[in-house]
């Protein structure tokens, strides 16, 4: 039988799931965690199909759906600590690799008022109207706080060894 409903949802799974991901592992920086909560984002979606109101804005109202997973997986986090020594630790040897742990470290730094605008516009493509919306503030705050994302990350890589060393 045809549900529209179900083609809808179905078209919405295949058009955002890439970009949901790409957040969520932002956010997360953990694959598992990230696809479930894309997993958990697209059965919330689900139930509250109905309550979409403009199919135009479906991916805001999936992303703010995501940041709201995210932050109830915090609420009940209990973190697990290994006590292994520094050299008891893997290292790998390849410097792609490196740089691209790098980046992500170093963006992982930032503080999540600064991260969240940041990747927002980065990964996925939003305009400062649209984050504003998204994390329920001001345009002028987004643009705040993605030109102070911008220079924790310019004076962070000026200060690293291997930038010092390429000037």
Known sequence: MFNPRRRQYEQTVRAYSGDLF???????RDRFVAEDLVQETFLRAWNAWDELKDQAAVKSWLITILRREHARLYERKQFDYVDDAPEDLPIAADNDHFEQVDMDNLVATLPLTLREPLLLQALGGYSCAEIADLLETTEGAVMTR??????????????????????
């Open 22 to 28: 790409r957040y969520a592992y932002w956010l997360c």
């Open 146 to 167: 993605l030109t102070r994302a911008r220079q924790a990350l310019r004076a962070t890589l000026a200060n690293t060894p291997r930038h010092r060393e390429a000037q």
